[in-house]
């Protein structure tokens, strides 16, 4: 059993349509799938973005290496 968001009248959850006011619960559950379908693409877009971010982090950590192995180097030469 279920409850009706047009009349908020108790109906059998098998039914597609209110019998009392006709209210659809189809397009209760397309909403909701499209919930749930901006969730899943949010979070992939957060996954990504933190990949990236972890991706760019390592090569920030490599240039700093190799610029502070030139500064060595050129210290060292003069």
Do not use: T
């Not at 933190?50 to 490599?62: F, N, P, T, V, W």
């Not at 030139?70 to 003069?78: H, K």
């Amino acid at each position: 059993m279920k409850i009706c968001s047009g009349c908020g009248k108790l109906i059998d959850s098998k039914f597609y349509y209110c019998p009392w006011c006709g209210y659809s619960r189809l397009e209760e559950e397309n909403a909701d799938s499209e919930k749930l379908r901006y969730n899943q693409f949010k979070q992939k877009q957060e996954a990504s973005r933190a990949l990236r971010i972890e991706k760019m982090e390592k090569d920030l950590d490599q240039l700093e290496e190799e610029l502070s192995v030139m500064v060595l180097s050129a210290q060292l030469a003069r």
